[in-house]
């Protein structure tokens, strides 16, 4: 079957280096916004960088919401990144209460400023494997992954795959069935990063 | 637990690579592209290009570079060099950039900060400060260290911060080109003003002094020019001794 990857646009962040990442790897991946593309690709990444609220308000104006929990719904592979695996939960605490996809359940909360000293938190940072999984194959544990973020999902469901310890351990990854996501971006994660992203379309 | 980052940095003129080309397996050892490659493969954490074209043409010529680099290389870069307005920031970001510096600019309209804060996110946003000690104390510079702007360095450090920059590269014009190690007391007293990382640069000869940055004055980060060049000094290696020494390095 031939692989499409949809990258969706909804006007967060830099996508273009999520595009990068699987052409480099020898697929083709287009950034998209429209219905049609969605339902018609293989693979779906929601990627993006910025703020819960704004994101959640951006897919509800440009119709995206049920599009992508159809998809969801219907088994396509599906790959959140960074804030595309935030805006999977119920809810998030930015600006007091924002709410999101409710793909799963639990929701997304700040780092703790009186614990934690540098936020965001940015750079490479080692990832414990809970639950080894086809998106890890070839991928050893501890393995450095690339972070750029200050908010964290709290699951409140058995699907953490991995975490990660910046002043205390949060999930970095999740796993649920047709739905893969991480915290961490693995387009900008070097080797590791590629192999997951090769993983996650040849799994 | 976060790893302390190995930042080389390339100057960038004219589409070329203007310092420190030692390569010499490289066909053209200019070439901004195979030199990030290069540096990829030695698990470089992050790059830095800084941009010292002083021509017109400029804008347009590194735009492209930026979109080839971005093709080539998965790892975070940072771009800077001349960068004077939110439209600069928006098209470097458009190209592929993962985050953009900005240092005269910055001293010049302080506001610039918060509005590229605001409108890409703090985290892309890196403000360079170049410190020179004058007297008892560390004055800013900007100009490329050329103008004396009267500003303390802690106190700009702190105002920055404050505005919404993500990250600050902060470098010692003292020691930067003598190779006798960073400015280890500059460091410091920035790294203690602020809640964001700061990314040490300028006067960097060895592993040692890396490590001297990192374990006395906290830096999250080491940038260095011409030093990753040699082969005695690669990344690889001086990762292999900070890890011996206890420094948590991504290898």
């Known amino acids: 079957m031939e692989k499409k990857i949809a990258v969706i646009d909804y006007g967060m962040g830099n996508l273009k280096n999520v595009k990068n990442a699987f052409n480099f790897l020898g697929y083709s991946a287009k950034i998209t916004g429209d219905f049609e593309d969605i339902k018609n690709a293989t693979y779906l990444v929601l990627p993006g960088v910025g703020g819960f609220k704004d994101a959640m308000a951006t897919l509800k104006r440009k119709g995206l919401v049920n599009p992508i929990k159809d998809a969801i719904t219907e088994g396509k592979k599906f790959l959140g990144i960074c804030l595309g695996m935030q805006l999977l939960f119920e809810t998030s605490e930015e600006f007091g209460y924002s709410e999101g996809l409710g793909i799963f359940k639990g929701k997304v909360v700040k780092f703790d400023e009186n614990i934690v000293n540098l936020i965001p938190h940015i750079g490479w940072n080692d990832i414990e494997i809970l639950k080894p999984s086809e998106e890890f194959k070839g991928i050893e544990n501890k393995s450095f992954f690339y972070f750029l973020h200050s908010y964290y999902c709290v699951p409140e469901e058995d699907i953490a795959a991995a975490a990660c310890d910046y002043y205390g351990k949060f999930t970095a990854c999740v796993k649920k069935d047709n739905i893969f996501a991480c915290q961490f971006h693995p387009e900008k994660s070097h080797k590791e990063g590629l192999a997951l992203l090769k993983n996650f379309i040849e799994s | ?251």
């Open chain 2, 1 to 251: 637990m976060l790893a302390k980052r190995i930042i080389p940095c390339l100057d960038i003129k004219n589409n070329e690579v203007v310092k420190g080309i030692n390569f010499e397996d490289l066909k053209s050892a200019g070439d901004p592209v195979a030199l990030a490659k290069k540096y990829d493969d030695e698990l470089a954490d992050e790059l830095m290009f800084l941009d010292i074209t002083a021509s017109s043409e400029k804008r347009k010529t590194i735009l492209k570079l930026v979109e080839k680099i971005s093709e080539n290389i998965f790892i975070p870069f940072s771009v800077g060099g001349g960068v004077s307005e939110i439209e600069d920031i928006h098209n470097l970001l458009n190209s592929g950039a993962d985050k953009v510096s900005i240092n005269t600019a910055a001293v010049i309209n302080p506001e610039i900060i918060d509005e590229a804060a605001k409108k890409f996110g703090s985290s892309t946003i890196v403000i360079a400060i170049d410190a020179k000690k004058v007297g008892d104390e560390y004055l800013v510079f900007t100009y490329g260290g050329k103008k004396n702007s009267g500003i303390n360095a802690i106190q700009w450090a702190k105002e920055v911060y404050n505005r919404g920059a993500g990250e600050i590269l902060l470098t010692s014009m003292d020691k930067d080109g003598t190779k006798s190690g960073y400015e280890i007391n500059l460091t410091s007293m920035v790294v203690r003003s602020v809640k964001i990382p700061v990314i040490a640069s300028g006067g960097a000869r060895d592993a040692k002094d890396i490590e001297e940055v990192f374990v006395k004055a906290d830096a999250g980060a080491a940038l260095a020019a011409s030093i990753f060049h040699y082969e005695n000094s690669g990344i690889i290696s001086i990762k292999k001794y900070l890890k011996s020494k206890g420094i948590n390095v991504r290898l």
